[in-house]
């Protein structure tokens, strides 16, 4: 059950108990396990799963503000693209350990958003990002104005 | 903090609240929720994504029971390896769908485990598999013998 | 440039010396290399790999035949859903191996395909998989008839 | 067949005819075909999927020189692992894009490569990154010194 504006009628339900609202400008966390599948034959998780992983991470967050993706493409036609990110890679992550997902708003524009994203295990910083998001209508994917809830929504945050 | 059979101090500590471990011949259930990672240009869960759903759900399920694979394989060696499955897709799985991994041990023998699993939405049943699993030595992959611990925990499951 | 039956001007070009297609019955065969995102931490090729690599086969087969799945898409409305498979796993597949995915089809009926796939390691059988594809409308994932020109192309073949 | 440094009797010979190295600085060109499993639900190559695109790029590069990565973790315990990047993400790429994806050695230190890398398609850049990559011992994922013969090596191309 759907808003017209994609907003769902029970915000972050299915989240609920897994990833942590936290108000304002303070981060949301969630918490991913390492399975096989992220892992490569190095022993660790493989580069590109970290942006998985990094992805589950803000869309709970914009779950949890009461929007999913596929409800928001259903009612907006909009959607997210990443147009850039910067990673560091600080100490690998194993096979069956629960990481967390730290993801912080730091900028909101007219078609933008940035991610301030961290993974951490047990305290200890694995990885952190700067992820840029745009906006975008996605039968084109061209740059598209964030709807005006969103962005009251996420303006409180940044 | 492991024992020395691999079996974890604090059994199924980190998926509490997540799987739901079932008695006996009962079903162990795992949400998993869909991701823009797991689907398609299609639209819908890519095919391969099932069977890393299937495998959290095997993981979840053996941690329950007090074994993390990499704490296995740290201690005993030994590991699992898909010796081979057969799965029928009956409805698509789409973006944000919270999905449940339904898994459930139909057979016991001294290398091989079957697994009887399914994956559900709401009550309706995507996609239904049977998955044979061996028993390996790691470093070698050949089969090796359920440690007697794990055949004695599994044997009064299936 | 496609025609209006989505078949692509030149067919096959793409694959051109990648992929080798015997004529009528005989077996279609694409090399994959083995990268570190295809392996897992126990060291090997993870079974989910696999069906990765097999849809690159049977993509890469209709490609040799002249059909992109871009282009059907687009031209027809038509693709293509797996409704099931069962998979052998014989003998693991290791970082940097190169593969051969071996593709035949075995049947062609109305709305439905049925592949027999091998993947190959100098001559070793690796896995040996049955796939069960249906023809679908992709809008509603709902199965279609095979368009008439494909259904001629692969009659020859099966 | 590989010598004691891990150097491939044949150098180059798995990736002829795919991968085409030009001489010193000159540009690696590796070709990637997008199948359904490197795209999302939005339609396009999902946004990890490019970094496993980068990672063929650049072990394609190093196989070109003489250097598999298997042969290199079992005759020195050396590996390489990513560091830090930044990607800028610059129009999507499609189901059934053929990419090509462009690797330069950028730096070369005791213990760290640096590689610009572009994916274009039909001449258009798609995305480009930079990578910072150390060279490790695998068992511990310490930093390690480059291999001399690979030094070396890649010495003439930086």
Known sequence: MTSEDGREARPGNAGAGR????????AFVFPVRVYFEDTDAAGIA?????????????????RALGYGQEALREHTGIGFAVRSLAIEYLKPARLDDELLVVSRLREVARVRLVFDQRIERAGALLAQASVRVACVELKSMK?????????QTFGCLA
Request: net charge positive; aromatic share 14%.
């Open 19 to 26: 990833g942590v609202n936290l108000k304002s400008a303070e």
């Open 46 to 62: 493989y580069y590109a799963s970290y942006l998985r992983f990094l992805e589950r991470g803000r869309t709970e967050w914009l």
């Open 143 to 151: 740059p598209a104005a964030l709807p005006r809830a969103l962005r």
